[in-house]
């Protein structure tokens, strides 16, 4: 059973900085792709960025958002700089191992305008 925890959420003014991590139990990163999702309230989830052996980002995060893997942690980071109101969302990490898709439980952030 894989687990997946996201930390690092929390409340910040626009134009600052958050580093979220997931941290991967009961298996290991290596050979995945793991991305980063996100949810604001009354909208759906949409993806953010995902790392393989390249690293690619939505429009709206692209240039501003960084996502990192450490495989000696299994833990994925997403570096997030210049923050907007609009990025206030609960942020979920996502990994498919074996066919199957796991999810963390997510972290909150919310950007203060």
């Known amino acids: 059973q894989v687990h997946l925890v996201e930390s690092g959420g929390g409340l910040v003014q626009a134009g600052g900085s958050l580093r979220l991590a997931c941290e991967a139990s009961?298996?290991?990163?290596?050979?995945?792709?793991p991305g980063w999702f996100r949810q604001a309230p009354g909208k759906q989830r949409e993806w953010v960025a995902i790392?393989?052996?390249?690293?690619f980002y939505a429009d709206s995060v692209k240039g501003r958002f960084t996502m990192s893997r450490d495989n000696s942690k299994n833990t994925v980071y997403l570096q997030m700089n210049s923050l907007k109101p609009e990025d206030t969302a609960v942020y979920y990490c996502?990994?498919?191992?074996?066919?199957?898709?796991?999810w963390g439980q997510g972290t909150q952030v919310t950007v203060s305008s």
């Open positions: 009961g298996s290991t990163f290596t050979d995945t792709a």
């Open positions: 996502n990994v498919v191992m074996s066919g199957v898709v796991y």
């Open positions: 790392i393989s052996s390249s690293t």
